[in-house]
């Protein structure tokens, strides 16, 4: 008694795209058919079937720069609403940062995370970060070996740069001992002017001072030699700035051991873009200048960036009511992400569709060293439906994060996930 999945074009996580039949059993697809190989007889008796109707197969997506706030800020996000979010996005594995309270410094924490994301997580697949720091304070390092025993992903201290020098050496160093990733916030504190948006139009309009380029961009030439000298898989977080993409496109040349995100946002707008002093549009790194943008857009498109993340940040209204300069940085994410990419790029032809898919299936999995990523027989039965005619309005409203901060509200989008699985399993459909 398994699943078929049947009139759907299947992208199996390689750059193809065709009419497949998908057979899935106790959690894994244990055949894929191509439809011409013969005529389907149907189900055997008990089998369930899921009509694609023509629309997409795609693995599911996979994120590896997330915030589910929880334990700590429940009241921005859960483990369970940041999970049903994530599952309307089409994502089946999400990586959560360690910046709750308490910080993921610790087993106890990740192992509470993980217990919740089992119980309460919609099936999603919850990897968390342990953090690099103590609190991410930059003091004192955490315990490497036992966070990861605990059942850390990788090392972060997403949220803030690590200041320290000695301190990154050090822990790229153990993490190198251990096989993990250390991936890195680049932002170095004593450049950034306490500013709320880039250096550049935005900010000389309103009279700001701005976040310059060069805060995001000397951590990952500082972190870029420091992974040269310890050899350790460096993986650069959400990059935003011309100089960053130029600085990891020469360490790549020269075989350092370097791999990169960029976030939806930071394709699609600039500052020049921000309407006002709305804090739905601030987020960390900052929108940067249209020439920023274009430099993301094309490292990404010759392999210098690897893959796309959400960076999801929800924030209460109460707390962006605040105003740009006092709310705090980050938008949510899950929700718009592959219609934002889709209609963006994908529907105007500078993409292929593969392509897309492949920066949020194949290439996160590839780069985290994960077996989710690809449909093909024997692998986890971990995918997503979308509707790609579908057109529809971004509706915050119409979340189901718990929080709404975004800059996308009403933008006209196709392209939504109807129906994400899990091994085997639906954890949401559209009704
Ligand atoms: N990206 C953001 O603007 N905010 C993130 C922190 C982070 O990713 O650095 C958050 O935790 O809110
Ligand atoms: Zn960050
Ligand atoms: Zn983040």
Known sequence: MGTWIINGKVNTGGNELAEKRIYIEDGVISRMEEVSSREWNGAEAGDE???????????????????????????????????????????TTIACMPNTRP??????????????????GN?????????????????????FAALKEAGAVAFSDDGVGVQNSKMMKDAMRLAQGLGMTVVAHCEDDSLLEGASVTEGAFAAKHGLKGIPNESEAIHVGRDIL?????????????????????????????????????CPHHLILSDEDIPGMDADW?????????????????????????????????????????????APFGIVGFETAFPLLYTKF????????????????????????LKQGKLEAGADADLVLVDLDRSAAVDAADFLSKSRNTPFIGWELAGWPVLTMVAGKTVWQDE
């Not at 910080?103 to 995370?113: F, G, M, Q």
């Not at 350790?232 to 020269?254: D, F, G, N, P, W």
């Not at 940067?288 to 959400?310: F, K, Y």
Request: aromatic residues 4%.
């Open 346 to 369: 994908v529907q105007t032809g500078r993409w292929t569709l593969e392509f897309l898919l492949e920066r949020m299936t194949g290439k996160p999995a590839e780069v985290f060293g």
């Open 226 to 262: 420091l992974a040269e000298a310890t050899g350790v898989h460096y993986h650069v977080c959400h990059v935003s700035t011309e100089q960053s993409v130029r600085l990891i496109r020469q360490a790549k040349a020269v075989g350092i051991n370097v791999t990169a995100e960029v």
């Open 123 to 143: 099936g999603v697949r919850v990897l968390p970060y342990g953090s690099i720091s103590k609190q991410e304070l930059g003091r004192e390092l955490t315990d």
């Open 103 to 120: 910080v993921t410094d610790n087993p106890e924490t990740i192992k509470l995370i993980l217990e919740k994301a089992r119980t309460e």
């Open 49 to 91: 079937v899921i009509d694609a109707g023509g629309r997409l197969v795609a693995p599911g997506f996979i994120d590896m720069h997330t915030h589910l706030r929880e334990p700590g800020f429940e009241h921005k996000e859960t483990i369970a609403t940041g999970t049903r979010s994530a599952a309307r996005g089409g994502f």
């Open 282 to 326: 601030k987020m960390n790194p900052p929108l940067r200048t249209p020439r920023d943008v274009e430099a993301v857009l094309e490292g990404l498109e010759d392999g210098t960036i690897d893959i796309i993340v959400t960076d999801h940040a929800p924030h209460s209204p109460e707390e962006k009511a605040k105003g740009m300069a006092l």
